[in-house]
């Protein structure tokens, strides 16, 4: 494996509800642990990534970092921003055009569930008007189908749960850290059938940062480095099951998280067998069921046994969420796909405290998937 | 189902399906060059990128798909309905497979997940969604279940 880039630096905030704390704030926050991180300060930065979906332009905060004219790319593609801000900083270093940049993500959304407007996403108000702009509807409907297909028990969206909020008890940047039992969560209120109320993520608030640099000079601000193998983005083909779909074709295509993976393992040289630690977009506990077969670490069906052996347990044979995944750290939209990449390198480099996966793992992966159907997964390395 | 002309009633918009119809039928397009249908309607063809596209109108039955329970009142906007949080009844939601031209999302008339099940025979309806201000009353599409279809 070869690479261009290394992350030096990483920062987080508290993910969670802060009351009179702006979202951009929480950005800076990040920003400003992951320079202590690394050793540097803002004047050493030549470029940055970075955005949020709901609050505000990731550049304003050079107005409390620092104005030292740098330049900084705004960066949205919602669930996936955190992947796509990590993929142009990669890029421009890859290019030669700079050395040494920052990628932040953070959000702080509204209580209760998204209320996106139609019209942002090319819908007729009579879509939303109708009782149809959910994204829960989309996830629910997805996992009903999948669970039909692949004879899968309900039961296990529950373990799947249990996990996450397990998981989030070992991390104090969680904002879910109390341990819920799996008759707790499949007896909560029925938000979109077969999905409770505790298998689903709520949208919240965060910061993430990482300083990123040429693979070659990483040394000079870390003794562990971790090495960015690969980052793709991907979005739908026709046929693809996305959501805030009013009508699909009849054939289905694969969803944009399977190419998205398969370019990354493929561009890292490596297959998903080798992958020792994962992060997979769990906006609710089927959603990581399915994407462990869409990023292609099991087949399709097998989840059940693998979950009830144990094997995705920080301590199991393929671990997944261990920082308790979007289930108990919420969803900041623009934060959620730099904090699976704050929690690998945490993994890589062995400093993930209570969580840390045992036996040190060397390979990362991370993936994220929202609307309007799209997908960045990353391959990390020690 | 019938409408009565005593009470002035609108389709929730233009061009997603005939109404006043005994029998309502969705209007999508098709496209000319590669035979791919899309709803609504649209100008250019999502699978192969042509502009030949034609108004069709759809099948009115198929078969569910997969199907949810809408279990809390929608953020409104966008969602417009009569009913208040405390009087919001769960709705069921679902795609159902038109004979094999195109699957469609809809809200379906059923809403007990013990009587809803992937493949079962499901028909187009046209219902009351919500009444405006001057007493008008808003009706969209929804698909119901097949009676007597052993579902």
């Excluded at chain 1, 550049?59 to 970092?65: F, I, R």
């Excluded at chain 1, 009579?126 to 899968?152: C, N, P, S």
């Excluded at chain 1, 992966?365 to 159907?373: F, I, K, S």
């Amino acid at each position: 494996m070869s690479a261009d880039v290394a992350v030096v630096g990483i920062g987080i905030t508290p993910f969670g509800r802060h009351e009179g704390v702006s979202g951009l704030a929480q950005g800076a926050a990040a920003v400003r642990h992951a320079l202590d991180d690394a050793g540097i300060s803002w004047r050493d930065v030549q470029f940055a990534t970075g955005g949020s979906q709901d609050a505000g332009n990731a550049d304003t905060m050079v107005n409390v970092l620092g104005l030292t004219a740098l330049p900084f790319f705004n960066v949205e593609n919602a669930c996936a921003t955190g992947g796509s801000s990590l993929s142009v900083a990669c890029s421009l270093i890859g290019s030669g055009a700079y050395d040494l940049g920052v990628v932040v993500g953070f959000d702080k959304h509204q209580r209760g569930a998204f209320d996106p407007n139609p019209s942002d996403w090319g819908l007729g108000d009579w879509y939303g008007e109708v009782g149809l702009m959910l994204t829960t509807q989309f996830f629910a409907m997805k996992i009903q189908r999948y669970l039909h297909d692949h004879g899968i028990a309900p039961r296990v969206l529950a373990k799947i749960a249990a996990k996450a909020f397990r998981n989030g008890s070992r991390n104090p940047n969680a904002w879910r850290r109390t341990p819920l039992t799996e008759d707790e969560i499949a007896g909560a209120a029925m938000i979109s059938h077969p999905l409770t109320q505790y298998m689903f993520c709520s949208p919240g608030e965060g910061g993430v940062a990482l300083v990123v640099c040429r693979a070659d000079l990483a040394t000079r601000y870390t003794r562990q480095p971790v090495y960015v193998r690969s980052t793709v983005v991907r979005s739908r083909r026709f046929g693809s099951f996305e959501v805030f779909s009013p009508w699909l074709a009849p054939d289905r295509a694969a969803s944009p998280s399977v190419e998205a993976a398969q370019a990354a393992l493929g561009e890292a040289g490596v297959g998903p067998e080798d992958v020792d630690v994962a992060q997979l977009q769990d906006t609710e506990s089927g959603a990581e069921l399915m994407h462990m077969a869409e990023t292609g670490l099991c087949e399709d069906g097998e989840q059940e046994a693998l979950v009830d052996s144990g094997a995705t347990e920080i301590d199991g044979r393929l671990p997944i969420n261990t920082d308790g995944g979007c289930i108990a750290n919420g969803e900041p939209v623009g934060a959620s796909g730099l904090r699976q990449i704050y929690e690998s390198v945490l993994q890589l480099r062995g400093d993930a405290g209570d969580r840390q996966v045992p036996g040190g793992p060397k390979v990362a992966l991370t993936h994220v998937y929202g609307a309007p159907g799209v997908s960045a997964c990353t391959v990390l390395s020690t | 189902m019938s409408q009565s002309t005593s009470v002035r009633t609108r389709p929730i918009a233009e061009h997603l399906f005939t109404w006043p119809a005994a029998e309502p039928r969705l209007i999508g397009a098709r496209c000319a060059d590669c035979g791919a249908r899309t709803f609504p309607a649209q100008a250019h063809c999502p699978r192969c990128t042509s502009t030949a596209m034609n108004e069709v109108l759809l099948p009115r039955t198929g078969s569910l798909w997969t199907w949810t329970i809408q279990g809390f009142r929608p953020k409104s906007p966008p969602y417009r309905s009569d009913d208040t949080v405390e009087t919001f009844e769960p709705f069921g939601v679902g795609y159902v497979d038109l004979e094999g031209e195109l699957l469609v999302e809809a809200r379906l008339t059923e809403s007990d997940p013990e009587r809803l099940v992937v493949g079962a025979e499901m028909e187009l309806v046209v219902v009351p969604l919500y009444h405006e201000e001057d007493g008008t009353e808003v009706v969209t599409y929804a698909f119901r279940p097949v009676e007597g279809a052993g579902s």
